[in-house]
C-alpha cells in the first residue's frame, strides 16, 4: 500500500474530524451528475421499450429490463430506531455465492442500505453496504421463510428467512461510523435514523 493512501482511498480525501475535502465532494458530485444520466438513459430506454410492446409493428422486443425480482432471495429487516414510531422495514438480497478460499463452501452475501449514509448524501447508491459471511459471520434460518407484504405498495416478497449476524458489523463507506447487528432480522443500530 503505498503511504498516500489510506484503505485504499486517498489521504487527502480526509480532513480533521472525519470529514471530506472539497476536492473528494466535487469528485462525488460528477459521479452523481454521471449515475443520474445514466438513470436518465436507462429511463428512456425502459420507454421505448413499453411503446415497442404495445406495438403490433414490432416482432420481437425485449419487453423487461428488471435485473431483480420479488422471486429472488430476499429478507425483510426491521431497523430499529432510539424511538419506535421510527422503526422501518426494509426488503434487503442475499446472494448465495462460492467462498474465496473454499470454492466447494457456499458464502452468503447481504446487501442492506445504511440509513446514515442515507440520511448524510440523500442517495440511495452512496448508502449501499454488503456483509460477507465470510468476512463478518452471520446466517440465514430458512426455516422461518415465508411471504411479506408490504403494506404501503401492496407488492409481495417471498422471504428466504431471518438473517443472525454474530458480531458488530460496520459501514464501509468513507467517513461513516455507523455499527449495527441484527438479530432474527431486526437490525439494532449505533445512530438514531430517519429513512
Known amino acids: ?21 472539497s476536492a473528494w465532494d466535487k469528485r462525488k458530485q460528477r459521479e452523481y451528475a454521471e449515475a ?29 429490463m428488471q435485473l431483480s425480482s420479488p422471486a429472488h432471495p430476499k429478507v425483510c429487516l426491521l431497523y430499529k ?7 422501518r422495514q426494509s426488503i434487503c438480497e442475499i446472494a448465495i455465492t462460492a467462498h474465496p478460499d473454499r470454492p466447494d463452501q457456499p458464502d ?16 440511495q447508491d452512496d448508502a449501499q453496504l454488503m456483509i460477507q459471511s465470510h468476512h463478518r459471520r452471520f446466517w440465514l434460518d430458512e426455516s ?9 405498495s401492496g407488492v409481495s416478497y417471498r422471504l428466504a428467512g431471518t ?15 455507523w455499527k449495527f447487528r441484527i438479530d432474527d432480522s431486526v437490525l439494532y443500530g449505533s445512530h438514531a435514523f430517519r429513512m
Open 163 to 177: 438473517v443472525t449476524t454474530d458480531d458488530l458489523c460496520s459501514c464501509t463507506a468513507l467517513g461513516c461510523d
Open 144 to 152: 422461518k421463510a415465508g411471504i411479506w407484504v408490504d403494506s404501503v
Open 108 to 123: 452468503l452475501k447481504l446487501f442492506l442500505v445504511c440509513p446514515k449514509c442515507l440520511e448524510r448524501t440523500g442517495r
Open 36 to 64: 443520474d444520466q445514466r438513470r436518465k438513459h436507462q429511463d428512456s430506454q425502459r420507454q421505448a421499450v413499453k411503446r415497442a410492446a404495445g406495438d403490433p409493428q414490432y416482432r420481437a422486443a425485449l419487453f423487461s
Open 1 to 21: 500500500m503505498s503511504d498516500d493512501k489510506i484503505a485504499g482511498v486517498p489521504a487527502g480525501a480526509f480532513v480533521k474530524g472525519g470529514t471530506t475535502t
Open 81 to 87: 430506531a432510539r424511538d419506535s414510531a421510527q422503526d
